[in-house]
């Protein structure tokens, strides 16, 4: 009931905030700037937001048509309304993307720009029914092409080796909606907010494809330590996780200042596509997340509704998890498993572990290839973990669950009711 009230709250307050600002619009086209799609244009939009926040700010407003761009950094006062077909196209040479500090996989270090960032810009707004397009082809190609090179002589390639910047990058910044436009087609994660709160994302349309070319770690919406978060009636369909709650890794990441809780977040009447690795994902960055709730959402996807990814190189608590009121298909309802991509103890004896506890997945009616797995590390604990009222119709009759805290009460598979295989005498 907390996370209710809390969040209740929220989108009250912020709807009155929004209501009281009432801030001059900079037309970039009225400010020097083309409609020109063959044009890289960062400089010129950067001026016109430059000079909105030394007038005291004011809404950057982006007419139809399609602006190329570089990296461009939103100001104290400066907020984005995307016009209906009006289009910010990301460049596609990462030489427009500056090399900065940042955050990316659950660390601080210098990484490249996003097309559109927002460093410490409370009241931060994206809105209006246009688009930002990554134009992220070139860049997968780049992906695929190095990982096929790397496999011939067996070695990996991980996210960071291709030059890839994300589509939008929020850090900081408290008070943020993002309110209408379809983001798409990044070349790495899509939407990463990072140390915010009080944010509201809300029917957006968030995709990058499958084909003809995968689109590698584009994650819809990464939480990154935040808290008191809505996401509401968007379609997300991005091929990597829908929802991704991150936080930090490695084996100190539960004791630096950099990482921590992300808490308070409410997904509400979403619809998840087909291209998903994850509906709600916690981790593969990720040291506490708390008080998350998703319900009423409808799913067709080929993944799970719920995926914990425990890293046995971080100390990690999953807690209050609530997954409820969910139709579609999917891959499975649960799969919580090991996770040991890029797997590091940094030289420490230490032997971390997960608490998952609290969690309760209720109201379930799917077609599922199985029902899933509730199996971590050998170390990590799992209590008060519910499964009630799961309906499933499987083409794989296996569960796997190694925990008998775990209580299934009136879940069906096939129209037969399923039992925790970890209890004895079954």
């Known amino acids: 009931m907390k996370i209710l009230v809390t969040i209740s709250a929220l989108a009250i307050s912020m709807a009155l905030m929004s209501q009281s600002v009432n801030a001059k619009d900079y037309i970039i ?64 040479e990462i030489e427009n993307f500056p090399l900065i500090p940042s955050r990316m996989e659950g660390r601080s270090i210098y990484y490249y720009a996003a097309l559109i960032n927002a ?48 589509l939008v990058f929020i850090w900081g910044c408290d008070n943020v909606k993002l309110s209408g436009p379809t983001l798409c087609n990044s070349p790495f994660w899509t939407t990463h907010f990072y140390q915010c709160k009080n944010v509201i994302i809300e029917n957006c349309r968030i995709t990058a494809p499958r084909e003809p070319v995968r689109a590698p770690s584009s994650d819809a919406i990464d939480l990154d330590v935040c808290s008191d978060v809505i996401v509401r009636d968007c379609y997300l369909d991005c091929d990597d996780d829908g929802v991704c709650i ?39 960055e990720c040291v506490h997340a708390r008080n998350i709730e998703v319900r009423d959402c409808n799913v067709n996807t080929g993944t799970a509704i719920l995926r914990l990814k425990m890293r ?17 298909s999917s891959g499975t309802v649960i799969d919580m498993k090991p996770w040991k991509q890029f797997f590091d103890l940094e030289g420490s004896s230490e ?46 009759p296996r569960f796997e669950c190694i925990y008998p805290d775990v209580k299934l009460e009136n879940v069906t598979m096939n129209g037969k009711p399923v039992e925790n295989p970890s209890l004895p005498n079954q």
């Open 119 to 166: 460093y410490h810009v409370d009241g931060f707004d994206i809105t209006g029914p246009g688009m930002i397009n990554g134009n992220g082809l070139k860049y997968w190609k780049q992906f695929w092409a190095l990982r096929a090179e790397r496999a011939k002589i067996k070695k990996s390639c991980t996210n960071l080796e291709v030059h890839r910047p994300r």
């Open 246 to 284: 991150k936080g930090g890794k490695g084996v100190y990441a539960n004791r630096s200042s950099e990482n921590g809780i992300v808490e308070n977040i409410l997904v509400e009447r979403c619809t998840f596509g087909p291209n998903l690795h994850g509906t709600l994902t916690l981790g593969s």
């Open 29 to 92: 086209t009225a400010h020097g700037v083309k409609n020109d799609s063959t044009k890289i244009q960062t400089e010129a939009i950067q001026k016109v937001i430059d000079k909105a926040e030394a007038a005291g700010g004011g809404r950057i407003v982006v007419p139809r048509g399609t602006f190329l761009s570089g990296a461009l950094f939103f100001k104290p006062g400066t907020t984005l309304h995307l016009e209906n077909g009006g289009c910010i196209k990301g460049s596609d």
């Open 351 to 396: 032997k971390p572990y997960g608490i998952v506890k609290d969690i309760l997945i209720e109201n379930v009616d799917v077609k599922v290839k199985s029902l899933g797995t509730i199996a971590g590390n050998p170390d990590d604990t799992v209590s008060n973990f519910i499964l009630r009222n799961v309906n499933v119709e499987a083409s794989d």
């Open 312 to 328: 046995p190189d971080t100390y990690q608590i999953y807690e209050k998890i609530t997954v409820k009121n969910i139709t579609g």
